[in-house]
């Protein structure tokens, strides 16, 4: 009787398992999209004749910013382009030079990697009381005491030699 339940039980498992491996085999999942809506156009609100004046006046103002700084910028950028140009040129002769020689033209604009965000140190708590002293917060290591092993006398003098070392620890902080 049991050997039959043990088959019978047998079967019906590979029966289940033939099931799901079909059913892995199948499509389960189906996607449908939804039709495309056409867009409501809202008509745009007229500005005013003070807003039109205004906006020509804030783009003449940009134009001639732009006119009367742009001599500086252009000057400095053209020396910066020269030389980047002579440092090129020295680069290329020191490669012609020295053909295994890895030559790499750094240049000097710009911010270098890393320093983005640069590690900062905690800010320190300050009180809201004005005559507490602040106190500055420095990282060093904790000093580390020696572990003094006891003597086994008794258990009531080891209890009061430990509390008396934890106190004095207390008191010593």
Do not use: C
């Not at 910066?80 to 020191?94: G, P, R, S």
């Not at 708590?125 to 420095?138: G, L, N, Q």
């Amino acid at each position: 009787m049991e050997a039959e339940d043990d088959l019978k039980r047998i079967s019906d498992e590979i029966k289940q398992f033939e099931a799901w491996k079909l059913a892995q085999k199948q499509i389960n999942k189906v996607e449908l999209k939804t039709e495309k809506i056409e867009k409501v156009e809202k008509p745009k609100k007229e500005r005013t004749e003070k807003q039109k004046e205004a906006t020509a006046r804030m783009r003449e103002a940009l134009l001639t910013r732009r006119k009367d700084h742009n001599d500086k910028k252009t000057e400095h950028t053209e020396e910066y382009q020269k030389k980047i140009e002579e440092t090129k040129e020295k680069a290329h002769k020191l490669k012609q030079a020295y053909p295994d020689l890895n030559v790499v033209v750094k240049s000097s604009v710009g911010r270098p990697k890393g320093v983005k965000n640069p590690p900062v140190d905690p800010t320190p708590y300050i009180s809201d009381e004005e005559d507490a002293p602040v106190k500055s917060v420095i990282n060093k290591p904790l000093p580390t005491k020696p572990i003094k092993k006891l003597v086994n006398h008794s258990l009531a003098t080891v209890n009061q030699d430990l509390m008396s070392a934890y106190l004095s620890r207390l008191n010593n902080f």
